[in-house]
């Protein structure tokens, strides 16, 4: 049994409210939500009507497609899942859904090739290799970076939307420093990954200054239909981080030329994979190479040399080379 586009969208609609556990739901709340969404996406004014959602959840329950969801009522009003870890997302997909997955697949792979399909060939090799072990169990011909134990990756879709819809978000956050969650009434503007990890930037209501926010330090979020959204009107986001390494940044932050030296050895790996896209040779010999990058002096930059340990060394500025050398020099303490 395939599912066709709008059942899907209810379906999904429907799970993303059953997993939100910080608001209650009642059949009310969710034909209300499904009709936002059946409008916002596909223009259709119409509504739902309350029968359509009460089959839905039928079906979800159900083993038609597999997804035997915990779907209870609590108070005989509020519908939740028993399951706090439960989504229909996690469910095998059927034969049927497998085939048209193939052949969206197969029209992908057309275009591939086509500049505005760049950077969609990982994609469509991720898509194809998926569906490949879905019907091939045990047969793995390509591997991806992935880090399967990685938290928050649930919450990229929701976020995404709420940008796109520039919904206000009450958000509960709570940093590596912090003892305690808290709060807060936030403005999300763009999503953005850096190493596997993705990190969400937004502003917070009590302050001007852009926040960056880990998704998997984000313990929940809810929209705030009723908190206006304040766009945000400085810098281009296309531009915000074309002079940094990762996401560490300020808007106060300025791009400084760091010249390194790379040893011999490591000099092609460096060469051939750029620190940074602004890198240029400026020398070359017997030794090693000496390289120039202009980017913003954060966290992540000092990470990435000294990943390369005795391999590379920082030239200028004096300050960068400073905080590598304590730093360095506090790693020796700790073996002696």
Same mark, same amino acid.
């Given at each position: 049994?395939?599912?066709?586009?709008?059942?899907?969208?209810?379906?999904?609609?429907?799970?993303?409210?059953? =997993?939100?556990?910080?608001?209650?739901?009642? $059949?009310?709340?969710?034909?209300?939500?499904?009709?936002?969404?059946?409008?916002?996406?596909?223009?259709?004014?119409?509504?739902?009507?309350? =029968?359509?959602?009460?089959?839905?959840? @039928?079906?979800?329950?159900?083993?038609?497609?597999?997804?035997?969801?915990?779907?209870?009522?609590?108070?005989?009003?509020?519908?939740?899942?028993?399951?706090?870890?439960?989504?229909?997302?996690?469910?095998?997909?059927? /034969?049927?859904?497998?085939? +048209?997955?193939?052949?969206?697949?197969?029209?992908?792979? @057309?275009? /591939?090739? #086509?500049?505005? #399909?760049?950077?969609?060939?990982?994609?469509?090799?991720?898509?194809?290799?998926?569906?490949?072990?879905?019907?091939?169990?045990?047969?793995?011909?390509?591997?991806?970076?992935?880090?399967?134990?990685? +938290?928050?990756?649930?919450?990229?879709?929701?976020?995404?939307?709420?940008?796109?819809? @520039?919904?206000?978000?009450?958000?509960?956050?709570?940093?590596?420093?912090?003892?305690?969650?808290?709060?807060?009434?936030?403005?999300?503007? $763009?999503?953005?990954?850096?190493? /596997?990890?993705?990190?969400?930037?937004?502003?917070? +209501?009590?302050?001007?200054?852009?926040?960056?926010?880990?998704?998997?330090?984000?313990?929940?979020? @809810?929209? $705030?239909?009723?908190?206006?959204?304040?766009?945000?009107?400085?810098?281009? !986001?296309?531009?915000? #981080?074309?002079?940094?390494?990762?996401?560490?940044?300020?808007?106060?932050?300025?791009?400084?030329?760091?010249?390194?030296?790379?040893?011999?050895?490591?000099?092609?790996?460096?060469?051939?994979?750029?620190?940074?896209?602004?890198?240029?040779? $400026?020398?070359?010999?017997?030794?090693?190479?000496?390289?120039?990058?202009?980017?913003?002096?954060? !966290?992540?930059?000092? =990470?990435?040399?000294?990943? #390369?340990?005795?391999?590379? +060394?920082?030239?200028?500025?004096?300050?960068?080379?400073?905080?590598?050398?304590?730093?360095?020099?506090?790693?020796?303490?700790?073996?002696?």
């Amino acid at each position: 049994m395939s599912i066709n586009k709008l059942a899907l969208m209810r379906y999904k609609t429907i799970d993303e409210c059953l =997993r939100n556990r910080y608001r209650k739901w009642t $059949l009310e709340d969710l034909i209300g939500k499904v009709a936002h969404v059946l409008y916002e996406y596909e223009g259709i004014s119409s509504g739902i009507s309350r =029968r359509t959602i009460q089959a839905d959840i @039928q079906t979800m329950r159900s083993d038609k497609l597999g997804y035997n969801a915990p779907i209870v009522v609590l108070e005989k009003k509020y519908y939740s899942y028993s399951d706090p870890a439960y989504s229909i997302t996690n469910a095998p997909i059927n /034969n049927a859904d497998v085939e +048209k997955m193939k052949e969206v697949v197969g029209l992908l792979k @057309q275009f /591939n090739g #086509f500049s505005y #399909f760049e950077e969609m060939s990982e994609l469509i090799a991720r898509l194809e290799n998926n569906l490949y072990k879905t019907t091939h169990p045990g047969h793995n011909y390509i591997q991806f970076e992935n880090n399967h134990l990685l +938290k928050g990756l649930e919450h990229i879709n929701p976020l995404y939307q709420a940008i796109l819809q @520039q919904r206000s978000l009450l958000v509960t956050y709570q940093s590596f420093r912090a003892a305690q969650a808290q709060e807060h009434i936030s403005y999300p503007y $763009l999503l953005k990954e850096y190493r /596997n990890r993705w990190f969400l930037i937004c502003c917070d +209501k009590k302050g001007k200054q852009l926040t960056t926010m880990a998704l998997d330090r984000i313990i929940g979020f @809810q929209e $705030l239909p009723k908190e206006k959204f304040v766009p945000y009107d400085g810098v281009d !986001f296309d531009q915000y #981080f074309h002079d940094a390494l990762g996401v560490t940044k300020t808007e106060k932050d300025r791009a400084h030329k760091v010249v390194l030296f790379v040893a011999k050895h490591h000099a092609p790996y460096v060469l051939t994979k750029p620190i940074h896209h602004s890198q240029t040779l $400026l020398k070359e010999d017997e030794k090693g190479i000496i390289i120039c990058i202009e980017v913003v002096l954060n !966290f992540e930059l000092e =990470r990435e040399i000294l990943g #390369f340990g005795e391999y590379m +060394k920082v030239l200028s500025p004096k300050t960068l080379a400073g905080r590598i050398t304590k730093r360095l020099e506090k790693a020796v303490e700790g073996y002696e």
